[in-house]
Antibody, heavy 121, light 107 residues
Framework: QVQLVESGGGVVQPGRSLRLSCAAS????????MHWVRQAPGQGLEWVAV????????YYADSVKGRFTISRDNSKNTLYLQMNSLRPEDTAVYYC??????????????WGQGALVTVSS | DIQMTQSPSSLSASVGDRVTITCRAS??????LAWFQQKPGKAPRSLIS???TLQSGVPSKFSGSGSGTDFTLTISSLQPEDFATYYC?????????FGGGTKVEIK
């Protein structure tokens, strides 16, 4: 069965960096686009970033552009989110999500359990 | 950016009730519309894509309809396990955007 397992969350000071990982299993990781979505405490869902199946293309939300970098290693079936210059407003649970297809204009079908990132001094 | 507006933001209903949630896009998105269910402390669950296509394993009491700018999610007979928050999402253009959510509570 499809599994997405995030790791790397924690407490970090403003201005510091953190890298999240999402280990995928149960499907052919290398043929699907993958997303990061976050949810601040008590708030709704916010899409963060997407990477194409082969890593050749990516898009970001304006709120993280220039600070966050999405990447993937298809040989390790793993998606990453490098988060730099973190701000208190980046505090959220971060979910990775599998696209329904290889292209960008697909919805999601599976989600990970989430990783909590807390940005606080 | 495409804005997604859900209504109502919350509702109270009884077991067995038929419930309808509305989602409106700020511009036409054809049928590039998905619905998700989220229970407290849990990850979202994908219910519907392409406005009306049920994801694998989703019971048929859930149904979606609409095209263009106006969409609905209907739960035909509310059960205890359906009390949750529901989100719509457009994937017609980037950035992908979600509605603000509809919390379905027990009356």
């Amino acid at each position: 069965q499809v599994q997405l397992v995030e790791s790397g969350g924690g407490v970090v000071q403003p201005g510091r960096s953190l890298r999240l990982s999402c280990a995928a299993s149960g499907f052919t990781f290398s043929i699907y686009a993958m997303h990061w979505v976050r949810q601040a405490p008590g708030q709704g869902l916010e899409w963060v970033a997407v990477m194409s199946y082969d890593g050749s293309d990516k898009y970001y939300a304006d709120s993280v552009k220039g600070r966050f970098t999405i990447s993937r290693d298809n040989s390790k079936n793993t998606l990453y989110l490098q988060m730099n210059s973190l701000r208190p407003e980046d505090t959220a649970v971060y979910y990775c999500a599998k696209s329904l297809g290889s292209g960008y204009f697909n919805s999601f079908d599976y989600w990970g359990q989430g990783a909590l990132v807390t940005v606080s001094s | 950016d495409i804005q997604m507006t859900q209504s109502p933001s919350s509702l109270s209903a009884s077991v067995g009730d038929r419930v309808t949630i509305t989602c409106r896009a700020s511009q036409a998105i054809s049928n590039y519309l998905a619905w998700f269910q989220q229970k407290p402390g849990k990850a979202p669950r994908s219910l519907i894509s392409a406005a009306s296509t049920l994801q694998s394993g989703v019971p048929s009491k859930f149904s979606g309809s609409g095209s263009g700018t106006d969409f609905t999610l209907t739960i035909s007979s509310l059960q205890p396990e359906d009390f949750a928050t529901y989100y719509c999402q457009q994937y017609r253009s980037y950035p992908l955007t979600f509605g603000g959510g509809t919390k379905v509570e027990i009356k």
